[in-house]
């Protein structure tokens, strides 16, 4: 059986035992989870969130990007088409974490990760790129002075670390 069978099993199983129909467009906790696409870091387990809670958006490194801007863009004009406003009174949560893969495209490939990250090749070093802990307080400190971010979301940025399973607080939740 390859793997596709195996998903298509899991899905019907999920179907009959655990699909929850009522569960709402928006996310139950008003909250925004911005991680990366490790599979080693998947909000849903090392945060165990449960369904419906967070609307979740992955990304390489969980990092601030024109790509995500774009993103939380569009998800406003959703909620708004849903009835709600995503802004005042929402969390938005970037979870960044060690040892990360993003270091090897720094390293390798500068200039597809600059293209990436929406900067000059020559200013990849003033991302952070390599350290988790700063990267995060760079990321959210950028979504803070963004005149273009939703007014009233408290911001916060937590470093998962790959070695203990355990999260860190690195910038305490906020207003931007």
């Not at 129909?21 to 849903?44: H, Y």
């Not at 200039?111 to 995060?136: R, S, W």
Request: charge should be negative; glycine fraction near 8%; aromatic fraction near 6%.
């Amino acid at each position: 059986m390859n793997f596709v069978d195996t998903l298509m099993q899991r899905n019907a199983d999920f179907a009959e035992k655990r699909f929850d129909k009522g569960l709402k467009m928006l996310p139950s906790q008003r909250t925004m989870i911005v991680g990366c696409v490790d599979p080693r870091v998947d909000p849903m387990d090392v945060l165990q969130l449960e369904p419906g809670e967070t609307a979740i958006i992955r990304n390489v490194g969980g990092r601030v990007n024109p790509a995500l801007l774009e993103t939380i863009a569009v998800l406003g004009t959703v909620s708004r088409a849903a009835g709600a406003e995503v802004g005042t009174g929402w969390n938005l949560v970037l979870l960044q974490h060690t040892n990360c893969g993003i270091a090897g495209c720094y390293h390798n490939a500068p200039a597809l990760l600059a293209k990436q990250m929406g900067v000059a090749e020559d200013q990849l070093d003033t991302l952070a790129i390599t350290d988790p802990y700063e990267a995060v307080k760079i990321d959210v400190a950028a979504l803070r002075s963004n005149p273009n971010f939703p007014a009233g979301f408290t911001v916060s940025g937590l470093v998962y670390d790959v070695e203990t399973g355990r999260v860190e607080t690195v910038v305490p939740p906020d207003q931007a």
